[in-house]
T-cell receptor, first 112, second 113 residues
Framework: TQLLEQSPQFLSIQEGENLTVYCNSS?????LQWYRQEPGEGPVLLVT?????EVKKLKRLTFQFGDARKDSSLHITAAQPGDTGLYLC????????????FGTGTRLTVIP | DVKVTQSSRYLVKRTGEKVFLECVQD?????MFWYRQDPGLGLRLIYF???????EKGDIPEGYSVSREKKERFSLILESASTNQTSMYLC????????????FGEGSWLTVV
C-alpha cells in the first residue's frame, strides 16, 4: 500500500481567507488527482496532474504536483462557503494498474 | 453523464447476516472498484475488477468477496457481517488505462448491529 498523508486533517476558516492543503508521500505516483466530497455523496474529481512540477488552476483553486511526483498541494484563494467539504488526494499506481491510493482527507469548513 | 448507481443507500444488518451491495454503471467502463471509507482512514480499496469475471484483491479484502458476471454490474458480498464492517461503502468505475477519471456512486451506509 502506498500511503498518502494529508494535512491538516481539519480546517475551519472565515469566508474570504486563503488556505493550502498538503498531500505527502514517500512513494512516487504516475498521477495525482484531487477530489471533493460533500456529505452524503461520493467524491467528485476536481483535477488530475501528471507531470512533476505541473501547476493547474481551476478558478480560485490552484493545484501543484511536486517535482518528484511524491507530493501535491491544493491552494484555495478567497474561500467561499460553497468550498466546504472533504478534500481527498489520490495517487495513481506506478505499476500501471488502474488503482488509486487515497489520502486521509482534509475536512474544510468555510464560515460565512 | 456517467452514472454509477448503488442500490442501497442505507442498510442495517445483524451480525452474521450475509449482505449484498450492488453497483451498476452505465458508461461501459472496464474497471470497477469497491472502497470503504472510515473517518481518519480515507478510502481503502477492498476489491477491483478490470473485466467481466476478473477480480483483484485490494488493500483490505478480508471478510469480503465480489462478483462481476456482467460488465455493468459489480457486487460486494459480506459472507458473515461483523460490527467492524460498519462503514460507508463506495463503488466506482473507470475506463481502462492510466490516469482515467474514477467516477463514484453516492455510497452505501452499512450498519452492522
Amino acid at each position: 500500500t502506498q500511503l498518502l498523508e494529508q494535512s491538516p486533517q481539519f480546517l475551519s476558516i472565515q469566508e474570504g481567507e486563503n488556505l493550502t492543503v498538503y498531500c505527502n508521500s514517500s512513494s512516487v505516483f504516475s498521477s495525482l488527482q484531487w477530489y471533493r466530497q460533500e456529505p452524503g455523496e461520493g467524491p467528485v474529481l476536481l483535477v488530475t496532474v501528471v507531470t512533476g512540477g505541473e501547476v493547474k488552476k481551476l478558478k480560485r483553486l490552484t493545484f501543484q504536483f511536486g517535482d518528484a511526483r511524491k507530493d501535491s498541494s491544493l491552494h484555495i484563494t478567497a474561500a467561499q462557503p460553497g468550498d466546504t467539504g472533504l478534500y481527498l488526494c489520490a495517487g495513481g499506481d506506478q505499476t500501471g494498474a488502474n488503482n488509486l491510493f487515497f489520502g486521509t482527507g482534509t475536512r474544510l469548513t468555510v464560515i460565512p | 453523464d456517467v452514472k454509477v448507481t448503488q442500490s442501497s443507500r442505507y442498510l442495517v444488518k445483524r451480525t452474521g447476516e450475509k449482505v449484498f451491495l450492488e453497483c451498476v454503471q452505465d458508461m461501459d467502463h472496464e474497471n470497477m472498484f469497491w472502497y470503504r471509507q472510515d473517518p481518519g482512514l480515507g478510502l481503502r480499496l477492498i476489491y477491483f475488477s478490470y473485466d467481466v469475471k476478473m477480480k483483484e484483491k485490494g488493500d483490505i479484502p478480508e471478510g469480503y468477496s465480489v462478483s462481476r458476471e456482467k460488465k455493468e454490474r459489480f457486487s460486494l458480498i459480506l459472507e458473515s457481517a461483523s460490527t467492524n464492517q460498519t462503514s460507508m461503502y463506495l463503488c466506482a468505475s473507470s475506463l481502462s488505462g492510466r490516469g482515467n477519471t474514477i467516477y463514484f456512486g453516492e455510497g452505501s451506509w452499512l450498519t452492522v448491529v
